[in-house]
C-alpha cells in the first residue's frame, strides 16, 4: 500500500467518538468496507490490522480525563506511546501541552494521527520509532491507551514505563481492564462508561478506567 493517507480517506469517515465530541476522528464503521474486512483479506492487501480505525474504550477514557483536567498536561511534553488514530495526542495538545509525540509503529498509524491532528487543528509529530525501552527523551508525561492486549508486550511495556515513573516521569494508562494489564501498582484515578460495538468488544459498554503508574 503506497498512500495510507488516501488509504485512510478512502476507508474511513470522520466520527466524533461517543465519550469524546470535541474530536473528530478517520474512523472505520459500518458504511466502510474495512470494517468487514478479515485478517486474511487485510493481509493479502499488504494492512496490518488497522487498530488506528477504531476509537478504542481505554483511549476514550484517558482523552476524557485529559480534557476534563487540563492542568494534567498543560505546559508539558507529552508522550502518547501506541498512538493508534492520536485521540490521546489531540485531547493532550487541545488540553494545553507544550508538544506532543505520538508513536506507533504502524506507518498507516502515523498516516491517521497526521490527518486526524490536522483535522482538529493539533500540532501533533507522530513517529514510527520503537520506544519500548528507550530512556526519557524529556517527557514529562506518557500517556498510554489499550496496549495491555498481549502478554510478551504489555510485560515489556511495564517494565519501562514503571522505570520511567521510578525516574519521575508521570504515566498514566486508559485501559478497560484487559487481561494483561498489571494487577499491581497502578492507582485508579478515575472509571467511565464507555459506549462501544460488539464489532469490537464483548458488550455494548465498558467500564474503562484511567490509572497512574506508581514507581517500581
Known amino acids: 500500500m503506497s498512500d495510507p ?24 464503521s459500518e458504511i466502510v468496507p474495512i470494517w ?12 496490518p490490522p488497522p487498530f488506528w480505525a477504531f476509537a478504542w474504550a481505554g483511549g476514550q477514557a484517558l482523552a476524557r480525563y485529559i480534557l476534563d483536567n487540563p ?6 511534553r507529552i508522550l502518547d506511546f501506541g498512538s493508534g ?13 507544550a508538544s506532543v509525540l505520538a508513536a506507533d509503529i504502524d ?33 514529562d508525561t ?9 502478554g510478551p508486550l504489555a510485560a515489556r511495556i511495564e517494565a519501562w514505563l514503571r522505570g520511567l515513573a521510578g525516574e ?11 487481561t494483561y494489564l498489571p494487577k499491581s501498582g497502578l492507582e485508579k484515578l478515575v472509571s467511565y462508561a464507555v459506549r462501544t ?7 455494548d459498554v465498558r467500564n474503562t478506567s484511567v490509572w497512574r503508574v506508581l514507581p517500581g
Open 85 to 97: 488514530s492520536g485521540l490521546i495526542a489531540i485531547a493532550a495538545m487541545k488540553a494545553g501541552a
Open 36 to 47: 468487514q474486512m478479515t485478517e486474511e483479506e487485510l493481509e493479502k492487501s499488504g494492512l
Open 71 to 76: 492542568e494534567i498536561v498543560r505546559g508539558r
Open 197 to 203: 460495538t460488539r464489532e469490537l468488544e464483548d458488550t
Open 168 to 178: 519521575g516521569t508521570t504515566v498514566l494508562i486508559g485501559d478497560p481492564g484487559r
Open 5 to 28: 493517507a488516501r488509504f485512510i480517506r478512502e476507508n474511513t469517515a470522520l466520527h466524533e467518538p461517543p465519550l469524546i465530541p470535541e474530536i473528530r476522528l478517520h474512523l472505520a
Open 142 to 150: 506518557i500517556l498510554v491507551g489499550d496496549m495491555c492486549y498481549e
Open 107 to 139: 506507518a498507516f498509524a502515523a498516516a491517521a494521527i497526521a490527518l486526524n491532528a490536522e483535522t482538529n487543528d493539533a500540532a501533533v509529530t507522530a513517529t514510527t520509532e520503537d520506544l519500548v525501552g528507550v530512556e526519557n527523551r524529556g517527557w
